[in-house]
């Protein structure tokens, strides 16, 4: 069945870097039909865009968060992963690892079911 | 950067039509999907490219986007579409959210 499954560390140290990484099953990395993202929504809040990554590597970001996320692929592993550094209180969120359709304006037609990463000493 | 509003809150009595806006700066000549979040789930594609409905998504369920204004439009309203609404579009180098919608059916 076709899912996407995050992991990583549930609890962050304010000032150190975020790390989560994405798994891809059920269906190939590698298409020309999709990018591959992360979203984070705030508890109670609304949904926010870190960027989203081609399989080739080719990387947009969100112009907000452009100095402290990087974002990566690993075709063999049928991976993408993000890094977000300097993490404050603010970076407290649930993160979405997501797909989107390239040619229906980043439409995203299949989400991971979310992990809560918490920033806090 | 570009900006998408809709209004916080929407409320509507079962049976009867839900119209949920997302306005933006020349929004029409945009593509435009929506996303129904209930509490403690992942969003849920119900509406892309303006007017598509994914597999699976009720036939009353449906989209529109002209001028400044996309709409999303719930006909015959059940009480299983309570839920938060997000419209979503991409402005170059990013995807773009609205701040997100409650719909409340009393």
């Known amino acids: 069945q076709l899912q996407l499954q995050e992991a990583g560390p549930g609890l962050v140290k304010p000032s150190e870097t975020l790390s989560l990484t994405c798994t891809v099953s059920?269906?190939?990395?590698?298409?020309?039909?999709?990018?591959w993202g992360w979203i984070r929504q705030p508890p109670g809040r609304g949904l926010e865009s870190l960027g989203t990554?081609?399989?080739?590597?080719?990387?947009y970001y969100n112009p907000s968060l452009k100095t402290r996320v990087d974002m990566s692929v690993d075709t063999s592993k049928k991976q993408f992963s993000l890094k977000l550094s300097s993490v404050t209180a603010a970076d407290t969120a649930i993160y979405y690892c997501?797909?989107?359709?390239?040619?229906?304006?980043?439409?995203?037609?299949?989400w991971g079911q979310g992990t809560l990463v918490t920033v806090s000493s | 950067s570009y900006e998408l509003t809709q209004p916080p809150s929407v409320s509507v009595s079962p049976g009867q039509t839900a119209s949920i806006t997302c306005s933006g700066s020349?929004?029409?000549?945009?593509?435009v999907s929506w996303y129904q979040q209930k509490p403690d789930q992942s969003p849920l594609l119900v509406i892309y490219?303006?007017?598509q409905r994914p597999s699976g998504i009720p036939e009353r369920m449906s989209g529109s986007n002209s001028g400044n204004t996309a709409t999303l439009t719930i006909s015959g309203t059940q009480a299983l579409d309570e839920a938060d609404y997000y419209c979503?579009?991409?402005?170059?180098?990013?995807?773009?959210f609205g701040g997100g919608t409650k719909l409340t059916v009393l």
């Open positions: 059920g269906d190939s990395i590698n298409s020309s039909t999709y990018y």
């Open positions: 990554i081609y399989y080739t590597g080719s990387p």
């Open positions: 490219q303006d007017i």
């Open positions: 997501a797909r989107h359709i390239v040619m229906a304006a980043s439409a995203i037609d299949l």
């Open positions: 979503q579009t991409w402005d170059t180098p990013t995807v773009v």
């Open positions: 020349k929004l029409g000549e945009r593509y």
